[in-house]
């Protein structure tokens, strides 16, 4: 199985925990070297962002919603700009981030003239009773707080504008590739209080149906977060991460006793036997051991600890930086 193997956190109980950011670019296939290394730029630029609100003592929810945000930010990802476009050639965005010492969350789904998801999202999190607000009311939800509306425009990219058309003609040519429909972004990030956070924020699919709403801002699907198990953000073909709960599942086997790279296989796989479909996740578990796996061709992540920065994009490939370099 596809996937990287990575150190765990260390951690003695009763003491600080070792603070720790794993951030994911979403599942992908066929990336030109150039764009792989811009990929590999943002993601490191993302863990390391987020790491450094957990070393100044922030929390778990600022650091994954920073990471997300600047993620979101960058027009090489599936999220904010750069997200991918549906049929009528228009964005409709998907986010959700969940505290893991209370359980509290907010989710928006079908936003178009927002650049920051996640922040909309916190914002549901923080400011009402509700979990989840989509379409027109998101859309006057974030007006009420004074969130900036931009252009759509300002969020679609040229890449994305033909990455629809060459869906549109490959589709009329019963050619559509289920892995090149990946994309999504997402942090997970335990604070040195041990409260664990994740975020999730995506541009869905390609070429989607209008009002088509994916995993990703539906909490044990694109992710979960509790204190008392583990925090996951998941990546993938939406429809099948709804259909196995994926989040919450791969937490489950962590409840169950088994390693985090034991869960986290153990959900993809069910996942891919059961509906057929490939995606990947970040995870850490309460007692701060973390990971980063997958079934799709490749997934951009990163994972920040302790000075040291991990990163990597196909299988087998984890490089190990300074964080200061
Ligand atoms: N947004 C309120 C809650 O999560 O309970
Ligand atoms: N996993 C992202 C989506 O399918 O919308």
Redesign the pocket.
């Known amino acids: 199985m596809p996937g990287a193997h990575l150190p765990p956190g260390p951690r003695t109980p009763g003491t600080v925990m070792k603070p720790v950011v794993v951030v994911h670019g979403g599942g992908a296939s066929n990336f030109s070297s150039e764009r792989k290394e811009r990929v590999r730029q943002g993601i490191i630029r993302a863990a390391k962002m987020g790491y450094k609100i957990l070393r100044d003592g922030g929390s778990a929810v600022d650091a994954v919603e920073c990471a997300v945000a600047i993620l979101e930010n960058d027009p090489e990802f599936n999220a904010g700009c750069g997200s991918v476009l549906n049929i009528n050639g228009d964005i409709e965005m998907d986010a959700s981030i969940m505290d893991g010492k209370d359980?509290?969350?907010?989710a928006v789904s079908a936003v178009r003239c927002i650049a920051n998801p996640v922040k909309l999202a916190r914002l549901?999190?923080?400011k009402?009773?509700?979990?989840f607000l989509t379409d027109q009311g998101a859309a006057k939800f974030a007006q009420d707080m004074g969130v900036q509306q931009i252009p759509v425009e300002e969020l679609i990219t040229t890449r994305n504008k033909k990455h629809l058309e060459r869906e549109k003609e490959e589709l009329g040519a019963q050619k559509a590739d289920c892995a090149k429909h990946l994309g999504t972004v997402g942090a997970v990030a335990m604070d040195c209080r041990g409260n664990l956070a994740y975020a999730t924020s995506t541009g869905g699919i390609v070429n989607k149906m209008v009002g088509r709403v994916g995993d990703s801002p539906c909490i044990g699907s694109g992710g979960y977060a509790d204190n008392n198990i583990g925090a996951i953000s998941t990546t993938g073909h939406g429809e099948s991460i709804l259909k196995v709960n994926l989040a919450r599942l791969a937490l489950f086997h962590v409840e169950q006793g088994k390693s985090v790279e034991q869960a986290a296989d153990l959900s993809l796989e069910y996942m891919k036997s059961r509906v057929k479909g490939l995606g990947g996740l970040i995870m850490i578990t309460k007692t701060g051991e973390w990971t980063a796996r997958w079934t799709s061709t490749s997934m951009p992540w990163a994972a920040a600890q302790d000075g040291k920065v991990y990163a990597g994009i196909d299988l087998n490939e984890t490089t190990i930086t300074d964080m200061c370099s």
């Open positions: 359980l509290s969350s907010g549901v999190m923080d009402t009773p509700h979990c």
